[in-house]
């Protein structure tokens, strides 16, 4: 008695058919280079070979996929290194388009700002007025204070614990409230110092014509990692002199205009053409110490791609550090 072939069994029983019958040209074929340049072609990648950078052909040999290089131990932890620098970099840039945001909405002019930048001046000036007037009612008190202690004396009374007790509550009023008038004049001056600068960067906004949007950021992790353009400050007055040479070492490989500059964000503006480099530099903080990042960003083209990942661009990244350090040497 014959057997029936159920439909499942008979869609298996197809499906193996059609596998074995498929020509060999359709298979995978894989092509890559190993390290002395040899180039191989194969439907397997040997065990010793899977290390190396592969394409997926199709039967038309058009590549259909790329695999990467495998990376040491050593190159993983610098990308995480550098995803986690390219974070804190995007922080600064994206705090700095809020900034904008804001600049643009609040304010029509420069008229209107230097109009608030005085109502703000004033309003620090009435608070300074009122600690002024403090200070001067505590020091009348303390002199009649005094006074009423000399009384005693003159008399050959001993002066009141009580008064003597007034007195010292009285100089140390005074002292925490001229600590308080040193600390508003220095936020006065600290307020009026960024608004000016928000006042210039609200100008720079409403001139520019460059597109500022995009942003991309690399990072490093130490001078001697110059092939990821990081230079890592001694200390914060080595970092105010650094600050300066990396401005200078944007403007000189950059071939964009200028865009952002503040003391965190030094950025050039974003590429327009294929063979553009906007370069920029960011003050970080990273386990208590500081370090200025160099970034390079390129046009979102295959040729911008191309360049922002060739020699041209790792070049200028290993020489921003050295450029720093050797100006840094040369003021010594």
Request: charged share 30%.
């Amino acid at each position: 008695m014959r057997k029936s072939v159920t439909k499942p069994t008979l869609i298996i029983a197809l499906a193996l058919l059609a596998a074995l019958s498929e020509p060999a040209f359709a298979k995978k074929m894989y092509r890559w280079v190993d390290e002395n340049g040899n180039v191989y072609f194969s439907d397997q990648v040997p065990p010793d070979q899977v290390q190396h950078k592969r394409e997926t052909l199709s039967e038309k040999a058009r590549v259909v996929d790329v695999i990467e290089k495998a990376k040491t131990g050593e190159q993983l932890a610098q990308q995480k290194r550098l995803d986690a620098l390219r974070k804190e970099q995007e922080k600064i840039i994206a705090k700095q388009a809020a900034n904008d945001k804001v600049l643009l909405s609040t304010f029509r002019n420069l008229d209107d700002m230097n109009k608030t930048l005085v109502n703000k001046m004033a309003g620090f000036d009435a608070a300074r007025k009122v600690i002024e007037g403090n200070l001067e009612r505590l020091a009348q008190q303390l002199q009649q204070q005094q006074q009423q202690a000399a009384e005693h004396e003159r008399n050959a009374r001993k002066v009141p614990e009580k008064l003597l007790a007034d007195i010292a509550a009285t100089k140390q009023q005074i002292e925490i409230t001229q600590k308080e008038l040193e600390r508003h004049q220095q936020e006065r001056r600290n307020s009026e110092r960024e608004f000016k600068a928000d006042m210039d960067r609200f100008q720079f906004l409403t001139q520019s014509n460059e597109d500022s949007k995009t942003s991309s950021s690399t990072l490093a992790a130490s001078n001697a990692s110059n092939e990821l353009g990081l230079f890592v400050c001694q200390d914060s007055a080595q970092c105010l002199k650094a600050w300066k040479f990396a401005s200078e070492f944007i403007t000189a490989h950059a071939n964009t205009g200028p865009d952002v500059e503040s003391d965190k964000l030094i950025m050039r503006a974003a590429p327009q053409k294929d063979q553009d480099m906007s370069l920029s530099v960011s003050m970080l903080e990273s386990n208590n110490s500081q370090q200025i990042f160099l970034d390079i960003r390129c046009r979102q083209s295959s040729i911008g791609t191309e360049l922002c990942a060739g020699d041209k661009a790792q070049a200028i990244r290993q020489a921003f550090a050295p450029f720093i350090q050797s100006n840094l040497a040369a003021q010594q």
